[in-house]
């Protein structure tokens, strides 16, 4: 019995040495030329002309298209304004723009903070100064350039009047982006406090609650519009009062009007003023 297990025992041993203790084969002069698969890189942004999220703060960014408007109201729009002085406007570079008002929940991601009356994670953030508004743009290009998601040259920013009314109208040319009456039904107006943002219905381009809700800041000093057609305003050099569109919850339906404007102090902060984000390519700064 002993004898035929050791025998079998030096067979095993014999077939090891014989096949499974040999050196590898060295691989073919095809295999030693073939390039090795570089990884796929991840998009280091958004893609020019295609909608977009920004991942961690969940906030859709939409692209308008540049194009020619008329800027202002014709002087038979009911309960217009003097300073709207109708005038054609070209916008000759695509932007995005948010796609509802910046939310509590992404302010306090970027700031740490909520200075808001109406608190609630999904309702617009207000109680905010034109200067912060551009605190909070000038904070989140950096980390979102940091997270390789900001392609060169573009920023975080608010956008110019134009360039709100622009995306407000959506190619209309009534009072309002669904006509020329308003009803509660259309937006938020004259009732006592914030909703959540997108709970109105959207414009053509997909924008909610441009008119009502919070008031807007714009990027823009106030000023005068130009008698004849421009190409890109954005305002004066210099001012003491910045711009500020949409109407509010506070406000009558008249002031909710695409072409009404506001203005006030760039430091003044107030329970229905907040803000829409735009993402654009960087331009010189107003002093």
């Known amino acids: 019995m002993k004898a035929s297990y050791y025998k079998i025992l030096l067979l095993v041993l014999m077939y090891l040495c014989l096949f499974g203790c ?14 090795t698969k570089e990884p796929v890189k991840a998009p280091t942004g958004p893609v020019k002309g295609e909608s977009f999220s920004i991942p961690n703060l969940k906030l859709d960014m939409l692209w308008c298209k540049p194009g020619t408007f008329m800027m202002g109201s014709p002087e038979d ?18 932007f995005y723009l948010g796609k509802y008002e910046v939310t509590q ?3 306090e991601k970027v700031m740490g903070t909520n200075p808001s009356n109406f608190k609630g994670a999904t309702l617009p953030m207000e109680k905010v100064s034109w200067n912060d508004a551009m605190e909070f743009c000038k904070k989140l290009t950096p980390m979102e350039k940091a997270a390789g998601r900001l392609p ?13 009314e622009y995306a407000c109208r959506a190619g209309t040319t009534t009072a309002y982006y669904f ?3 308003i009803t509660p ?9 914030t909703t959540s943002v997108g709970t109105y219905p959207a414009n053509a381009w997909g924008f909610h609650d441009l008119h009502g809700n919070v008031w807007e800041w714009c990027s823009d000093w106030y000023g005068d519009y130009p008698s004849g057609s421009a190409n890109d305003p954005v305002g004066p050099s210099v001012g003491t009062l910045r711009v500020f569109r949409g109407g509010s919850w ?13 203005r006030d102090a760039p430091d003044i902060r107030s329970f229905n003023l907040g803000f829409r984000l735009s993402f654009q390519t960087e331009k010189k700064e107003q002093e």
């Open 22 to 35: 040999g050196k590898p084969e060295a691989p073919t002069t095809e295999e030693q030329k073939a390039p």
């Open 105 to 107: 929940a992404q302010w």
């Open 77 to 94: 729009e009911k309960v217009r304004q003097e300073e709207e002085t109708q005038h054609e406007v070209t916008l000759t570079k695509g």
């Open 179 to 181: 006509g020329d009456e």
């Open 250 to 262: 506070y406000y009558i339906g008249r002031n909710l009007r695409s072409a009404f404007r506001s």
């Open 185 to 193: 039904k259309q937006a938020n107006y004259n009732v006592g406090k």
């Open 152 to 164: 060169e040259g573009w920023v975080y920013t608010l956008p110019s009047e134009a360039q709100w």
